[in-house]
């Protein structure tokens, strides 16, 4: 049963990057049938898409973050990353990795999730 | 850039129907998927493809899609079903969630 799980820093100072990564279990990492993703939920508030990537590399970035946002996949490690640019404490959030069918099937597996606070 | 638009709260008796809308310009020419959010935890497909249930989602949840609304619909709406909902959709790859429901059940 595929799992994913996101790690890293807890809390980052703000004008830095934000670095997570999500681990993929029980699953390849390189089906051409999905892609991958990240969503974040600030503090009380909605969801919102960060980006997503195919195995292949291929990326697609929410326009509002775009200028911030880098997604990378290591299909090696069975891992995809999340770094985010220039910091401030709008980005504090619960961030989630998740599977992302297209053709209308959503995100059907998400990872627990990781808070990251920016803070000095 | 593409918006979707929730109400930000519905309240529903217990054993009531229970309908979240989310609009959207033309959101019936795309596939809009739902989502249930407990606290605490990951959220859930409940609804993909406009109206299909995942396996394990119980049959109260139904969904419909049409011109510029697409509705989540509860049936029967039981206590544990009380949680945030998000609509979702695909503004050509981009991926664009709803500002969400809290949906009440007293």
């Given at each position: ?120 | ?7 930000p709260s519905v ?72 949680a945030d ?15 969400g429901t809290k949906l009440t059940?007293?």
């Amino acid at each position: 049963q595929l799992q994913l799980q996101e790690s890293g820093p807890g809390l980052v100072k703000p004008s830095e990057t934000l670095s997570l990564t999500c681990t993929v279990s029980g699953d390849s990492i390189n089906s051409t049938s999905y892609y991958w993703g990240w969503i974040r939920q600030p503090p009380g508030k909605g969801l919102e898409w960060i980006g997503s990537i195919y195995y292949s590399g291929s990326t697609y970035y929410n326009p509002s973050l775009k200028s911030r946002v880098t997604i990378s996949v290591d299909t090696s490690k069975k891992q995809f990353s999340l770094k985010l640019s220039s910091v401030t404490a709008a980005d504090t959030a619960v961030y989630y990795c998740a599977r992302l069918f297209g053709g209308g099937y959503g995100m059907d597996v998400w990872g627990q999730g990781t808070t990251v606070t920016v803070s000095s | 850039s593409y918006e979707l638009t929730q109400p930000p709260s519905v309240s529903v008796s217990p054993g009531q129907t229970a309908s979240i809308t989310c609009s959207g310009d033309k959101l019936g020419d795309k596939y809009a998927c739902w989502y249930q959010q407990k606290p605490g935890q990951s959220p859930v497909v409940v609804i993909y493809q406009d109206s299909k249930r995942p396996s394990g989602i119980p049959e109260r949840f139904s969904g419909s899609n049409s011109g510029n609304t697409a509705t989540l619909t509860i049936s029967g709406t039981q206590a544990m079903d009380e949680a945030d909902y998000y609509c979702q959709a695909w503004d050509s790859s981009a991926v664009v969630f709803g500002g969400g429901t809290k949906l009440t059940v007293l």
